[in-house]
């Protein structure tokens, strides 16, 4: 149930933010507002956004097409060179949309270098052959404070017309 006030505060957030982001830079699919003093670095195919006080982390990824599960693999193995150990008894996957796009969610409980985390991933279906994958991870505690700026952000992801 962690990933329960995670979930709350994407679908009832208000938080006042700073600049949209395009990404990825060479041909966005997507936009994105981060709010002030939140740290972002563009990637090649996304993404990467911090907390002004580095308790949260994520980073979304436009891909092409893929299976699920193989993402859900691959962003395993990210958390894993990030120090992360997920808990794999904790894992809850749900269905749903988010900002109308079909959305698949897979959440898990953890440990990194600083104690307790929440840990999610997010496949988006952004059009017909690209999908937003999202990884994400913050201190349980901390997700909490900054749970009207998470719920902001990612209630401001939207897909770009192709």
């Not at 990824?61 to 060179?81: F, H, I, N, P, W």
């Amino acid at each position: 149930m962690k990933h329960a006030a995670f979930v709350a505060a994407l679908l009832f957030a208000g938080a006042t933010h700073a600049a949209e982001f395009k990404f990825p830079a060479a041909a966005p699919v997507a936009a994105i507002t981060i709010p002030d003093g939140w740290k972002t670095t563009e990637t090649e195919t996304g993404i990467e956004v911090q907390s002004d006080d580095d308790a949260v982390y994520f980073s979304i990824d436009a891909q092409d097409g893929k299976d699920t599960s193989e993402t859900v693999a691959e962003a395993v193995e990210y958390l894993a060179s990030q120090n992360i150990t997920v808990d794999d008894s904790t894992k809850k996957e749900e269905e749903g949309t988010l900002n109308g796009m079909q959305a698949y969610n897979v959440y898990w409980s953890g440990k990194d270098n600083d104690g307790p985390v929440t840990i999610g991933l997010t496949a988006l279906v952004a059009g017909a052959d690209k999908t937003l994958v999202i990884t994400y991870w913050g201190g349980t505690e901390e997700q909490k404070a900054h749970g009207e700026a998470i719920g902001g952000i990612f209630n401001s992801l939207k897909p770009i017309a192709q």
